[in-house]
């Protein structure tokens, strides 16, 4: 699982994965800022728990955090169970399209989730970011 910037909560809804976090009837998981890489990288992965999920991923592609006139294109993969049900592109570096995707996404109980990014360029110091985030119905 990678690493992620959660909140322990004892308002547990449903069982929660590692990087899912529910307080009360919403959830959220946050990948932190990670460093554009060309190799295929986690930013989210965690299961859903008893109940059905809607929420809102959203994408954002590295930017350089001296620099934001600097940035990568980026692809985004979403998979539910192991099937890819999207697939989201950012530019940040041309700036041709948008630097940042947003994608409404059901989520039903037991699900596991994976997102994952790459980039066209190995860059330190550009960086990515995703959150999700929902309610639990």
């Given at each position: 699982?990678?690493?992620?910037?959660?909140?322990?909560?004892?308002?547990?809804?449903?069982?929660?994965?590692?990087?899912l976090n529910?307080?009360?009837?919403?959830?959220?998981?946050?990948?932190?800022?990670?460093?554009?890489?060309?190799?295929?990288?986690?930013?989210?992965?965690?299961?859903?728990?008893?109940?059905?999920?809607?929420?809102?991923?959203?994408?954002?592609?590295?930017?350089?955090?001296?620099?934001?006139?600097?940035?990568?294109?980026?692809?985004?993969?979403?998979?539910?169970?192991?099937?890819?049900?999207?697939?989201?592109?950012?530019d940040s570096?041309?700036?041709?399209?948008?630097?940042?995707?947003?994608?409404?996404?059901?989520?039903?109980?037991?699900?596991?989730?994976?997102?994952?990014?790459?980039?066209?360029?190995?860059?330190?110091?550009?960086?990515?970011?995703?959150?999700?985030?929902?309610?639990?119905?």
């Open positions: 699982m990678p690493e992620g910037v959660g909140y322990a909560s004892t308002n547990v809804v449903a069982a929660a994965g590692l990087d529910y307080v009360e009837d919403r959830v959220f998981a946050y990948s932190g800022l990670q460093a554009a890489t060309t190799a295929v990288k986690t930013y989210l992965e965690f299961q859903t728990g008893a109940k059905t999920i809607v929420g809102t991923l959203q994408v954002n592609g590295p930017v350089d955090d001296d620099d934001p006139t600097v940035g990568a294109a980026s692809a985004s993969e979403v998979l539910l169970n192991g099937v890819k049900i999207a697939l989201l592109k950012t570096d041309q700036e041709d399209m948008p630097a940042s995707n947003t994608m409404k996404v059901v989520l039903p109980p037991y699900t596991n989730f994976l997102a994952t990014m790459v980039d066209n360029a190995n860059q330190g110091d550009r960086y990515g970011s995703m959150s999700f985030t929902g309610k639990v119905i």
